[in-house]
């Protein structure tokens, strides 16, 4: 399936959830507290939106443009050191912040006891999703190296004799000839493979990100958005950046990294901006949002945790590169730890 048209699903999921909640009055809280203040919250509201925008627009478009900067160019070790902290924030993101407010959901005292609270449908979900991913990858895999084999069958069914035989007579009895083939095939696939990461990574990102945006938007509490709006910038940032780099290496045209950076820089401030226009009928605590946005955010860590481990950080340690120099994977765990102490510790605020 297209990933534009799981996309419109996934964004209609919350939306249908939020129209058609409504709140047990033992479970809505909502309304309570000292720092209920609606005005004050729709500011700081409004301030969130340009600001994680802005921060997202930053995170995300940085590895695009390290081409004209030579020390972070794909094939340079700061490159693999900035990616490896990136991708200790989505696997922070996924275990400290993701999956934690799944079971706080899913596990709610305004869920009936039976089934939710009698079996951690959170773990489960996430599983399934991890594995969900998994079979995405390998499908999407398939689907790329059969087309390209397909083409390239083609290409060489329409050659015609003498450029067979010219081929055959350059090719026979030269190695170096032959390398160069298998190289070709080699970055082909190393190509697809990044293309497929590119693609299933944002679509992990976009699910959660809409997920916490709603949250946000549909508060009334400013004690509970203010540190909400610095941890999401920070979050977005190096997620951006993390992302960024999965698109950077995937070599997209133009067009296709537009696209790319367009829906993940507004996916939060959009679920923001539905947030506040559905506040007055969307409740945190309404059985069907807490069924609905639990279970979302449960796929997300899985999806999360799994490109973070398998994609992004198993790919590039246990990849050449990295396996041929020690000092560089000493650097690269370094920074996958600074990047899930950052992001761990901005679970204390969000």
Same mark, same amino acid.
Request: charged share 20%; no cysteine.
């Given at each position: 399936?297209? /990933? =534009?048209? !799981? +996309? !419109?699903? +996934? $964004? $209609?999921? /919350? $939306? %249908?959830a939020a129209v058609v909640a409504e709140s047990s009055p033992e479970c809505d809280t909502s309304n309570m507290g000292e720092c209920y203040d609606r005005p004050k919250a729709l500011k700081l509201k409004v301030i969130a939106i340009a600001t994680i925008l802005v921060a997202s627009m930053i995170g995300i478009c940085l590895p695009l443009f390290s081409r004209s900067v030579p020390a972070l160019s794909p094939d340079r070790n700061l490159f693999f050191v900035v990616k490896a902290f990136a991708s200790g924030v989505i696997l922070s993101t996924g275990f400290m912040h993701v999956l934690p407010d799944s079971f706080a959901m899913l596990q709610s005292p305004c869920l009936p006891s039976n089934p939710w609270q009698k079996f951690p449908f959170s773990a489960f979900v996430a599983m399934l999703s991890s594995v969900a991913t998994l079979m995405l990858d390998s499908f999407s895999m398939s689907f790329y190296s059969r087309r390209h =084999?397909?083409? !390239?069958?083609?290409?060489?069914?329409?050659? %015609? /004799? %003498? !450029?067979q035989m010219v081929s055959a007579v350059h090719t #026979?009895? #030269?190695c170096p000839s032959i390398l160069l083939e298998t190289k070709n095939d080699e970055d082909n696939a190393s190509l697809r493979r990044n293309r497929v990461i590119a693609q299933v990574l944002e679509l992990g990102i976009v699910v959660h990100s809409i997920v916490i945006g709603l949250s946000m938007g549909a508060s009334q509490n400013p004690c509970t958005i203010r540190p909400l709006v610095a941890a999401l910038c920070f979050h977005q940032f190096f997620e951006g950046m993390g992302l960024g780099g999965c698109i950077l290496q995937a070599e997209y045209g133009f067009g296709m990294k537009a696209i790319m950076v367009f829906f993940f820089a507004t996916t939060t401030p959009f679920g923001v901006a539905l947030g506040i226009g559905l506040s007055n009928v969307y409740s945190d605590n309404s059985p069907t949002a807490l069924m609905v946005i639990g279970l979302l955010n449960a796929s997300s860590s899985g999806l999360l945790i799994y490109m973070a481990l398998v994609d992004l950080l198993a790919a590039d340690f246990l990849g050449h590169k990295l396996q041929s120099n020690v000092k560089l994977q000493g650097w690269g765990y370094v920074a996958v730890l600074l990047g899930i102490g950052g992001m761990s510790l901005m679970a204390k605020w969000a």
């Open positions: 399936m297209d /990933p =534009r048209i !799981v +996309l !419109v699903l +996934l $964004l $209609l999921s /919350p $939306l %249908t =084999r397909e083409k !390239v069958e083609a290409m060489e069914g329409g050659a %015609t /004799p %003498t !450029v #026979h009895g #030269h």
